[in-house]
């Protein structure tokens, strides 16, 4: 966007995204880091303070937040909740990860979409001067998630798949990658944005009481092979792609992933260690939604880091 159009925007953030909103604010002399009091009370309960919230009458203001784990929601909601109503001209929350985003299903009666719960959630966020909100997210599990959400938020659904791209065409093997998908569904997601790559969908099959990973359709013979998709969690789907990719004659396989979720460190099956085994992934891109998870994995092979910030900067002046 040209500079002189760039409107000033006030941003806050959850003490999480700080080193996040910090390269968010480096984009842009129009983006000004704000800070808040995180406290608590002594029975656990937030004591918050928004800082200078006298000086937001008539501003752009907006919200980084990480919605890591249930302990940190509550006392975000209550900051997010409580700043459009200072008389601010628009208000932008930045959710990068919409961590119930692939419970958005009842399979039977009496299963709980917890999707449908977060935007119900987010849809409460009272209106600001300038209308509803923005809400910001990158790949959101399933699309069909945007009208989950009410009137009162607008969702802005990005994704960190340009960065992926970037980083491909940087690679001395650029020429030999291969895109694989672990399912259909992630398929679905992102075959247009990555179409003038070649091609590899596996798909899951039960064989007794297992789920067995295949190749459906594809040949990754000879080539650097990423799988992408849009988060992680135990890995297990990854490694068994990776196997299988492997056995069909891949030269190397290398996975992308948004969020980075990894429950109970479950990355840590996927560092390269120094025993001379064979390295099952030659590279491991997340992006930085989840920041927990950005400090775990910081100098260890084969993660990679490609940040957000920049798309996070240019969403905030849409």
Same mark, same amino acid.
């Given at each position: 966007?040209?500079?002189?159009?760039?409107? +000033?925007?006030?941003?806050?953030?959850?003490? #999480?995204?700080?080193?996040?909103?910090?390269?968010?604010?480096? +984009?842009?002399?129009?983006?000004?880091?704000?800070?808040?009091?995180?406290?608590?009370?002594?029975?656990?309960?937030?004591?918050?303070?928004?800082?200078?919230?006298?000086?937001?009458?008539?501003?752009?203001?907006?919200?980084?937040?990480?919605?890591?784990?249930?302990?940190?929601?509550?006392?975000?909601?209550?900051?997010?909740?409580?700043?459009?109503?200072?008389?601010?001209?628009?208000?932008?929350?930045?959710?990068?990860?919409?961590?119930?985003?692939?419970?958005?299903?009842?399979?039977?009666?009496?299963?709980?979409?917890?999707a449908?719960?977060?935007?119900?959630?987010?849809?409460?966020?009272?209106?600001?001067?300038?209308? /509803?909100?923005?809400?910001?997210?990158?790949?959101?599990?399933?699309?069909?998630?945007?009208?989950?959400?009410?009137?009162?938020?607008? %969702?802005?659904?990005?994704?960190?798949? /340009?960065?992926?791209?970037?980083?491909?065409h +940087?690679?001395?093997?650029?020429?030999?990658?291969?895109?694989?998908f %672990?399912?259909?569904?992630?398929?679905?997601?992102?075959?247009?944005?990555?179409?003038?790559?070649?091609?590899?969908?596996?798909?899951?099959?039960? #064989?007794?009481?297992?789920?067995?990973v295949?190749?459906k359709?594809g040949?990754?013979?000879?080539?650097?092979?990423?799988?992408?998709?849009?988060?992680?969690?135990?890995?297990?789907?990854?490694?068994?792609?990776?196997?299988?990719?492997?056995?069909?004659?891949?030269?190397?396989?290398?996975?992308?992933?948004?969020?980075?979720?990894?429950?109970?460190?479950?990355?840590?099956?996927?560092?390269?260690?120094?025993?001379?085994?064979?390295?099952?992934?030659?590279?491991?891109?997340?992006?930085?939604?989840? %920041?927990?998870?950005?400090?775990?994995?910081?100098?260890?092979? %084969?993660?990679?880091?490609?940040?957000?910030?920049?798309?996070?900067?240019?969403?905030?002046?849409?």
């Amino acid at each position: 966007m040209d500079k002189s159009q760039q409107k +000033q925007l006030y941003l806050f953030y959850c003490a #999480e995204c700080e080193d996040l909103a910090r390269q968010v604010a480096s +984009q842009s002399d129009h983006i000004i880091l704000q800070t808040i009091k995180w406290r608590n009370f002594d029975d656990g309960f937030p004591n918050i303070f928004i800082n200078n919230a006298q000086d937001l009458r008539g501003q752009h203001v907006a919200f980084l937040g990480s919605f890591s784990s249930q302990g940190v929601i509550f006392e975000q909601l209550s900051v997010i909740y409580a700043l459009p109503r200072l008389f601010v001209a628009s208000f932008t929350l930045v959710l990068p990860f919409f961590p119930t985003g692939s419970f958005e299903r009842m399979e039977e009666e009496g299963d709980v979409a917890t999707a449908f719960t977060m935007a119900r959630m987010l849809s409460n966020i009272p209106i600001s001067r300038g209308g /509803p909100t923005s809400l910001v997210i990158y790949d959101i599990h399933a699309l069909q998630e945007r009208f989950y959400f009410g009137d009162h938020v607008l %969702p802005l659904f990005e994704t960190g798949i /340009p960065l992926l791209k970037q980083r491909l065409h +940087q690679l001395s093997d650029s020429d030999k990658i291969v895109v694989a998908f %672990p399912d259909d569904g992630a398929w679905k997601r992102f075959h247009k944005q990555l179409d003038h790559f070649p091609m590899v969908v596996c798909n899951k099959v039960r #064989e007794g009481d297992k789920r067995i990973v295949r190749i459906k359709e594809g040949n990754p013979a000879g080539c650097h092979v990423v799988i992408v998709d849009d988060l992680v969690q135990s890995g297990g789907t990854l490694i068994e792609c990776q196997k299988v990719l492997a056995a069909h004659g891949a030269a190397k396989v290398s996975a992308y992933v948004t969020h980075g979720v990894f429950p109970k460190r479950s990355w840590e099956q996927f560092t390269h260690k120094d025993d001379g085994l064979e390295k099952a992934f030659a590279y491991f891109w997340i992006t930085d939604s989840c %920041p927990l998870t950005v400090k775990a994995v910081a100098n260890k092979a %084969p993660f990679e880091v490609l940040s957000l910030a920049g798309s996070i900067a240019d969403a905030l002046q849409t």
